[in-house]
């Protein structure tokens, strides 16, 4: 469906609020609108249950039109969280990044994340329609299925002139479009311009670390980037 509005946000790592004032700033409409999240939505944040609380009403109720892309921290959680021979060492790795927030932001709330395991294992590695493809790090090769996991959700390459691909994990100051390894650019927030047909638009303006969130609406061959700026402030960088 064209005429279908497509609204693409990433990296909220439990902020809820700016989540909440981004979207609205979108527009985004959950009885129209795809919701299209590129992973990492627990994790080191302030609100991650809340996020999780919110993301599994808009699932429940929008279906297919909510995308929910898998992140590297979702992936940590859930092989930590698995029954296997390695537990101990995906403890750990997770552990090491921040996972006992989530840990403690689910006990907060009388829950045990691993109680919706289930739910975060639906996350699909990657989304694609006929006008772009969704990844949360990177991609090397323009068909998904040709990229391994570990590239998918953390890869770092900026050097991709494939199928247009919208992507997170990476924060930078504010969005960039990426052609190629030479060839990159600031997004303008708050202007309509033509979809790129190739290249890499990266959206993780590390919202967590006291930045600014920042989204992306899509309507037919032209696109819009909003941001909103972080409440969060105990990550913000010291002079
Ligand atoms: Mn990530």
């Known amino acids: 469906m064209q005429s279908e509005r497509v609204v693409i946000i990433t990296d909220l790592h439990g902020c809820y609020e ?15 609108d795809r919701l299209i999240n590129l992973g990492d939505t627990i994790d080191r944040g302030p609100k991650i249950y809340e996020v999780f609380g919110f993301l599994r009403n808009l699932k429940g109720e929008m279906g297919d039109r909510c995308v929910l892309v ?11 969280t698995k029954d296997s021979p390695n537990k101990r060492n995906y403890k ?16 907060n709330h009388k829950h045990k994340i ?25 991609m090397k090769d323009e068909d998904p299925e040709k990229n391994t ?17 919208l992507t997170g994990h990476t924060p930078y100051k504010v969005p960039l479009y990426f052609c190629g390894s030479d060839s990159v650019g600031e997004i303008t927030e708050g202007m309509w311009g033509r979809l790129p047909g190739k290249g890499m638009i990266a959206l993780d303006t590390g919202c967590v670390f006291g930045n600014r969130l920042t989204g992306m609406v899509i ?21």
């Open 18 to 32: 700016e989540c909440r004032s981004l979207l609205e700033k979108l527009d985004f409409d959950s009885t129209r």
């Open 70 to 80: 898998r992140g590297n921290h979702e992936q940590m959680m859930l092989d930590a």
């Open 92 to 107: 750990e790795l997770w552990y090491m990044n921040s996972g006992e927030k989530t840990v403690y932001a689910f006990i």
């Open 114 to 138: 691993a109680e919706f395991r289930d739910w975060y294992e639906q996350m699909p590695y990657y989304y694609e329609d006929d006008r772009f493809v969704c990844a949360h790090a990177c």
């Open 149 to 165: 996991v570990e590239t998918l959700i953390w890869g770092r390459d900026t050097d991709y002139t494939g199928k247009l691909l």
């Open 219 to 239: 309507e037919g061959d032209r696109f819009k980037v909003e941001s909103v700026e972080s409440t969060v402030i105990s990550n913000r960088l010291r002079r």
